[in-house]
């Protein structure tokens, strides 16, 4: 009797600590991430880069399909959102492991996400980019 009431409230504490948890977790609209994205701010462990430096990507989201544009260099492939977790599964280059992102701002003009490896951390913001392909404000 006493097994099953310490195994009920271990089952209880469970849901209440899972619900509290998805509580916790933003969502975030999928269709704001489709058009035409310029990064605005590139940051590895704390260093800023120009965008410039590194090229000035653009982005641009489709349907389910990505497209990044680097001084000609062109890499596609498909994206997902879940929660707060951005995946790009990269389709040019099937050796290219899938890179996921933390969501922290996702709206109609600015995308912010961060990705954390043992090594780095990368912080970057796009801004949206109206249809003469100049940022928008």
């Known amino acids: 009797m006493q097994k099953s ?3 009920s409230a271990l089952i209880i504490a469970t849901l209440f600590f899972n619900s509290c ?3 916790n977790k933003k969502a975030f609209n999928e269709e704001n991430i489709i058009g035409a994205w310029v990064i605005d701010q590139y940051e590895i462990n704390g ?16 349907g389910n399909e990505y497209l990044i544009n680097t001084a000609g ?4 492939g498909t994206y997902t959102i879940s929660d707060s977790t951005l995946k790009l ?3 040019t280059n099937p050796d290219k492991p899938d890179n996921s992102f933390t969501l922290t701002r996702l ?9 954390l ?4 951390r990368l912080n970057v913001t796009l801004r949206k ?6 940022e928008e404000d």
């Open 5 to 7: 009431i310490i195994a």
């Open 21 to 23: 948890d998805n509580k």
């Open 47 to 62: 260093t800023v880069l120009p965008h410039e430096s590194i090229g000035s990507p653009k982005i641009e989201f489709r």
């Open 73 to 76: 260099d062109v890499e596609k």
């Open 89 to 91: 599964d990269c389709t």
């Open 107 to 115: 709206d109609s003009t600015l995308v912010e996400y961060y990705s």
């Open 117 to 120: 490896t043992d090594n780095n």
């Open 129 to 134: 980019m109206n249809d003469s392909g100049e």
